[in-house]
T-cell receptor, first 115, second 110 residues
């Protein structure tokens, strides 16, 4: 099976712009989670989607949003970019075989640099 | 709230053992362990559920003390391939929200 894919892999934006990142989960996985990874803060949970519904979200401002499509592909959007948004954004898909978070299969990430 | 991992870093020689700890101030439903090598995505190692169920790696072992809200990951007879940063993720309820610790960097030397 193909793994989780994320596009684009690298992105450079300027402050104030907005950006959309895409994630294609492993075939058959219906749960997609997003994380922000920075050297200072580590891995921070952004949100989780299942069957097009957001089941939970982390403590990020409303500038960070996401959605999931009927084919389980997911996008996240960051509006009005700030320098502090520079990070590696990781997407993880999960088979969601039971109650609670299941095994997460991470994609390679999108490296966002905000200038 | 992020779990606390210790130690922050450990250096081992091949064949040595190490223990990585993960503590939470809140009651936990599950503890997850992942390893990330430099420049790569995190890779799943183990899930430990409240009540004792485990899912994971045959060569990696871990424990979950529900009363103390602590988990430990045991690296036994370490190999060079064990090098990387180990993260624990905790879930307070079965609510699909994982909070990760800051990570423990493991370096295994020949």
């Amino acid at each position: 099976k193909a793994g989780v894919t994320q596009t684009p892999r690298y992105l450079i934006k300027t402050r104030g712009q907005q950006v959309t990142l895409s994630c294609s989960p492993i075939s058959g996985h219906r749960s997609v989670s997003w994380y922000q990874q920075t050297p200072g803060q580590g891995l921070q949970f952004l949100f989780e989607y299942f069957s097009e519904t957001q089941r939970n979200k982390g403590n990020f401002p409303g500038r960070f949003s996401g959605r999931q499509f009927s084919n389980s592909r997911s996008e996240m959007n960051v509006s009005t970019l700030e320098l502090g948004d520079s990070a590696l954004y990781l997407c993880a898909s999960s088979p969601d075989t039971g109650v609670g978070t299941d095994t997460q299969y991470f994609g390679p990430g999108t490296r966002l640099t905000v200038l | 709230q992020q779990p606390v991992q210790s130690p922050q870093a450990v250096i081992l020689r091949e064949g040595e053992d190490a223990v990585i700890n993960c503590s939470s101030s809140k009651a936990l439903y599950s503890v997850h362990w992942y390893r990330q090598k430099h420049g790569e995505a995190p890779v799943f190692l183990m899930i430990l559920l409240k009540g004792g169920e485990q899912k994971g790696h045959d060569k990696i072992s871990a424990s979950f003390n529900e009363k103390k809200q602590q988990s430990s990951l045991y690296l036994t007879a370490s190999q060079l391939s064990y090098s990387g940063t180990y993260f624990c993720g905790t879930e307070k309820a079965a609510d699909y929200k994982l909070s990760f610790g800051a990570g423990t960097t493991v370096t295994v030397r020949a």
